[in-house]
């Protein structure tokens, strides 16, 4: 059974810092790209951040390059997003996502999402 169970989110000053978690399990970890998304209240569910299976390729959305890192460790089965400088319209709920190759094709999962306020 695939799990993505993310964690690290919370309220944080504007200009702080977060660190959120997505551990995975029920699938090869190692062969899945992973990405980070967010939703914020009102608006569609946006691309965030993508990490390749190796780890050796990743993008970031513009409104977030130079303050969002995406990282993985494989040895841990689990996808990181390191937040600096936040702001306030960074404010979303943030999921984690898998995407991953079966003999049939494609399999993607979501995780619950973990909410990031940021605020003074």
């Known amino acids: 059974q695939v799990q993505l169970v993310e964690s690290g989110g919370g309220l944080v000053q504007p200009g702080g810092s977060l660190r959120l978690s997505c551990a995975a399990s029920g699938f090869t970890f190692s062969i899945a790209a992973m990405a980070w998304y967010r939703q914020a209240p009102g608006k569609q569910r946006e691309a965030v951040a993508f990490?390749?299976?190796?780890?050796?390729?990743?993008s970031t959305v513009d409104s977030v390059k130079g303050r969002f890192t995406i990282s993985r460790d494989n040895a841990k089965n689990t996808v990181y997003l390191q937040m600096n400088s936040l702001k306030p319209e960074d404010t979303a709920v943030y999921y984690c996502?898998?995407?991953?190759?079966?003999?049939?094709?494609?399999?993607?999962?979501w995780g619950q999402g973990t909410q990031v306020t940021v605020s003074s």
């Open positions: 996502k898998t995407t991953y190759p079966t003999p049939r094709g494609l399999n993607e999962h």
């Open positions: 990490i390749s299976s190796s780890g050796g390729a990743t």
